[in-house]
């Protein structure tokens, strides 16, 4: 009799146990759906104290169009804080990159410290210094520093423009020198004007007369644009989706960006 009762109090309690666990794996089959981690959204990183968006795109696009990876082959900050773009060729296609501010800055100036000298690019490659809003208003309120030779190893090799490019008031080319390894870059954006500047090294606040490269100031009637949600970007990317013409992939560094208000 002891032996019975005790093989009923064993069973009994298995059973109980087995119901508790059936009751949890309902539980959480019945939670799953909810648990699921949401799919992963477009990469960011923290460069300059500000977080950008990394473009990245499944077929070509503009500019260009191009292919644009958020790989970190492609765009990554160093441990000295510096953003490094490279343009890539992999599984036979040339991938480019791009990163978009998750701010809107609005007017003031914009300031790009190159580490990088960009006089000799590749004449297919373009590096771009600008603002962009995906909404056509103002020319997309695009505001552009941009240094290629546009696929003519003769042309100049920089340019500033208030888009649209094609009217000739809109757009300066000037040459950045040869060789100049640390450059700054920089557009203040007022009301009814934008004043470009580029300059040898980094005293961008009060250069010497002779690192000055080049100024330029647009206040050409209603044409400059008015802020209204675009972002601060910067890419590098291949003329009319062209290969480079030495079949080379191409990095560029950037010390640093800063945006002062007004």
């Known amino acids: 009799m002891p032996n019975r009762r005790r093989t009923l109090a064993l069973f009994l309690a298995s059973l109980f146990v087995a119901v508790g666990v059936a009751q949890a794996d309902n539980a959480l089959h019945a939670a799953a759906p909810n648990a699921r981690p949401a799919p992963p959204g477009p990469r960011t990183i923290v460069f300059s104290g500000h977080t950008w968006t990394v473009k990245s795109s499944s077929g070509q696009v503009g500019p260009g169009p191009n292919f644009f990876s958020d790989s970190a082959s492609n765009v990554w900050v160093d441990a000295q804080g510096r953003l490094h773009l490279r343009i890539t060729k992999s599984k036979g296609k040339w991938q480019c990159a791009e990163i978009v501010s998750v701010e809107s800055f609005g007017y003031g100036t914009y300031r790009f410290y190159l580490d990088s000298a960009v006089d000799s690019l590749d004449p297919s490659v373009v590096l771009g210094l600008f603002t962009w809003n995906d909404v056509p208003d103002y020319n997309h309120r695009e505001l552009d520093i941009e240094f290629s030779r546009w696929g003519a190893a003769s042309n100049q090799n920089a340019q500033y423009v208030v888009q649209p490019y094609d009217v000739a008031a809109n757009?300066?080319?000037?040459?950045?020198?040869?060789?100049?390894?640390?450059?700054?870059?920089?557009?203040?954006?007022?009301?009814?004007?934008?004043?470009?500047?580029?300059?040898?090294?980094?005293?961008?606040?009060?250069?010497?007369?002779?690192?000055?490269?080049?100024?330029?100031?647009?206040?050409?009637?209603?044409?400059?644009?008015?802020?209204?949600?675009?972002?601060?970007?910067?890419?590098?990317?291949?003329?009319?989706?062209?290969?480079?013409?030495?079949?080379?992939?191409?990095?560029?560094?950037?010390?640093?960006?800063?945006?002062?208000?007004?």
């Open 171 to 262: 757009i300066v080319r000037f040459e950045q020198p040869a060789g100049v390894a640390q450059s700054t870059h920089s557009f203040r954006w007022m009301t009814g004007g934008v004043a470009f500047q580029s300059v040898r090294g980094f005293e961008a606040t009060n250069p010497a007369a002779g690192d000055v490269i080049n100024t330029w100031s647009y206040s050409v009637g209603s044409g400059t644009p008015v802020p209204g949600g675009e972002n601060a970007r910067l890419n590098l990317w291949l003329f009319q989706g062209r290969a480079p013409t030495d079949g080379r992939e191409v990095e560029i560094v950037v010390n640093r960006f800063q945006f002062i208000p007004g």
